[in-house]
């Protein structure tokens, strides 16, 4: 199947923990980003990579850190967990960056 | 003021009710736009992009209004597989340069 595959699809885990997410594209992107969905259903962009390179990097604290060995994969690595950390996270690819995305399944997060 | 402000419902109407759902967004820099629609607990895909001329898509309609800086869709012969959350997507040039902006969404509850 061509998709944006993430995994884990549920993380739960405490506080002060490192945990990551990883995310796989086989729809031949340049571009991959991460998302952010918190409880009140608002998505915000974290990181947005174009062929391995960071393009876009919103306010995300530094706990947060994207790393992309390939084009086809962006993975999301967190440090010291905090309990607002909670949400889910979406990672989701395009062709390029001014194309439609098309999002992974999400990985629902709970920092306890 | 949010940078793409929706109504977030919901909005309840019985099958076959044509609905309709508005959309702002306050940078005039803004380029792009979309609707994604998103099932509960699932990744939101892409609904249809909207185009300055206006477009259709079997019972969806899109219209965008630069003038106004509001984006329109409506839904025809509403069926109960229609009901969702319906997010509003604005992608902006410059800064975080092609920076998909999304609303927070307007719920559609399509009942028998």
């Known amino acids: 199947d061509t998709a944006v595959s993430q995994t884990p699809k549920y993380l739960v885990t405490q506080m002060g923990n490192d945990k990551s997410i990883k995310c796989e594209q086989n729809?031949?992107?340049?571009?991959m980003y991460w998302y952010k969905q918190d409880s009140k259903k608002f998505l915000k962009i974290m990181f947005s990579y174009n062929n391995k390179e960071l393009i876009i990097n919103e306010t995300v604290p530094n706990r947060f850190s994207p790393k992309s060995p390939d084009k086809a994969h962006l993975n999301l690595h967190i440090n010291s967990l905090e309990l607002g950390d909670s949400a889910v996270y979406f990672c989701a690819s395009s062709l390029a960056s001014d194309s439609p995305l098309h999002f992974g399944n999400g990985t629902r997060l709970t920092v306890t | 003021r949010k940078e793409v402000e929706q109504d977030p419902g919901p909005f309840n109407v019985p099958e076959g009710a044509t609905v309709a759902f508005n959309c702002t967004y306050s940078?005039?820099?803004?380029?792009?736009f979309f609707w994604y629609r998103q099932d509960c607990r699932k990744e939101p895909k892409l609904l249809m992009s909207?185009?300055?001329s206006g477009n259709e898509d079997g019972r969806f309609t899109a219209q965008l209004n630069r003038a106004s800086q509001y984006i329109s869709l409506l839904i025809r012969d509403s069926k109960l597989s229609d009901s969702a959350t319906y997010l509003c997507?604005?992608?902006?040039?410059?800064?975080?340069?092609?920076?998909?902006?999304f609303g927070k969404g307007t719920k559609l509850s399509v009942k028998p």
């Open positions: 997507v604005v992608r902006r040039y410059g800064g975080s340069q092609g920076n998909l902006i």
């Open positions: 729809l031949g992107h340049d571009t």
């Open positions: 940078n005039s820099a803004s380029q792009s």
């Open positions: 909207v185009y300055s």
